[in-house]
């Protein structure tokens, strides 16, 4: 730290590990394991062709594809670098330093850290029991509510009527979803955004559709707080969208045989995984992600990520209160999770 920093406090996001490609089965920051549709290819050359100019800061083209596809305006869709860059863009719009904002004490760790650095009180609710969030624990709030849904590192998903409960009963605050896991087996909210000026749904572009390097995210909601978005974009960064992941983005969306081909293959996969960890003993959180969060009654979640790593398989630990025990797996290709289950078949076998 050099003397002239004034955040010395400031505790900033872990991401996990990037290794050189194929050094791991990557499983530890919950990618897609296919690339995108090839389509792209030709079409990303020919847009290279005019990178001399500035991208489109209104992404017109991404944003009417992107919402005929929702069932939305345009007017309630904003494009952001990666969902991060739409959540920081949330604290700054919509958390009033003296009330704070309030999320799930087990979650996305960027939300503490964001409220870290946009100094607001961050509350953090704990989960039930079983690791779910009990939407009651969030009825009558004070506050700005971010959920993670499904939340992560746990793949727990709340219903639409449990999101709907939430929004109804905070209509004079903020409440934003954050569905980065969304197509993996949940259903959005984004439907609810006609009914209730108070609901933000963001989303990424990173899990599910296979963009995670191209760094794409959005929010839908009403046309005002889309507008109060827009406010701190052109006031931070109004070009923050290349035109080659406006690009990527558009053709995503008109790949739908490709999304689903791919969300599908992830799916049934996580259930064939799913069950292959119960039969060595496993016990797995009911997951509508593409990841598993997952613990052995005889071994501890530390020792079990070290023992993967040597063996060439990455996946997340996070040493923490209540979590530790657990591992969070990706799901990768078939192949690749037969080989991940290979492995700790020997490991809890020895
Ligand atoms: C991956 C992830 C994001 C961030 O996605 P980017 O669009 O890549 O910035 C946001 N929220 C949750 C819960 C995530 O897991």
Do not use: W
């Not at 609710?125 to 624990?137: G, K, Q, T, W």
């Not at 971010?146 to 903020?174: D, F, K, M, W, Y």
């Not at 990841?291 to 040493?319: C, Y």
């Amino acid at each position: 730290m050099s003397r002239f920093f004034c955040l010395p406090d400031l505790e900033a996001y872990t991401p996990g590990e990037q290794p050189k490609e194929g050094q791991y089965i990557k499983l530890n920051t919950n990618e897609n394991p296919f690339p995108p549709s090839p389509v792209m290819e030709s079409l990303l050359l020919e847009k290279s062709r005019h990178l001399q100019r500035y991208n489109d800061n209104t992404c017109k083209e991404l944003t009417e594809v992107f919402a005929q596809y929702r069932g939305v305006g345009k007017e309630n869709v904003i494009f952001s670098n990666g969902s991060d860059e739409i959540l920081a863009f949330c604290f700054l719009a919509f958390c009033d330093r003296s009330r704070g904002i309030c999320f799930p004490e087990i979650s996305y760790g960027f939300y503490q850290v964001f409220a870290q650095l946009f100094s607001v009180e961050g509350e953090k609710i704990p989960l039930a029991e079983d690791l779910s969030v009990n939407p009651r624990d969030y009825y009558h709030k004070d506050k700005c509510i971010l959920i993670a849904n499904p939340n992560a590192p746990t793949g727990i998903c709340l219903s639409l009527e449990e999101v709907r409960g939430i929004v109804e009963h905070n209509p004079s605050q903020v409440v934003i979803m954050d569905e980065a896991y969304i197509d993996f087996g949940g259903e959005s909210a984004s439907q609810l955004c006609k009914e209730y000026d108070n609901l933000l749904v963001v989303g990424t572009f990173s899990k599910s559709r296979n963009l995670a390097g191209a760094r794409l995210g959005y929010a839908i909601g009403c046309e005002s707080l889309i507008s109060d978005l827009n406010t701190i974009k052109y006031s931070f960064n109004p070009y923050n969208v290349n035109s080659l992941t406006q690009l990527l983005g558009t053709v995503s969306i008109q790949e739908e045989a490709y999304f689903q081909e791919c969300r599908q293959k992830i799916m049934e996969t996580r259930e064939t995984f799913v069950a292959g960890l119960e039969d060595l003993g496993f016990h797995t959180l009911p997951s509508s992600a593409n990841f598993v969060f997952t613990e052995h009654p005889k071994h501890q979640g530390e020792a079990l990520f070290a023992q993967l790593k040597e063996r060439g398989i990455l996946v997340r630990h996070f040493p923490k209160d209540k979590i530790s025990s657990y591992l969070r797996i990706t799901i990768g290709t078939g192949e690749e999770m037969r080989i991940v289950l290979k492995n700790l078949k020997e490991m809890v076998d020895s």
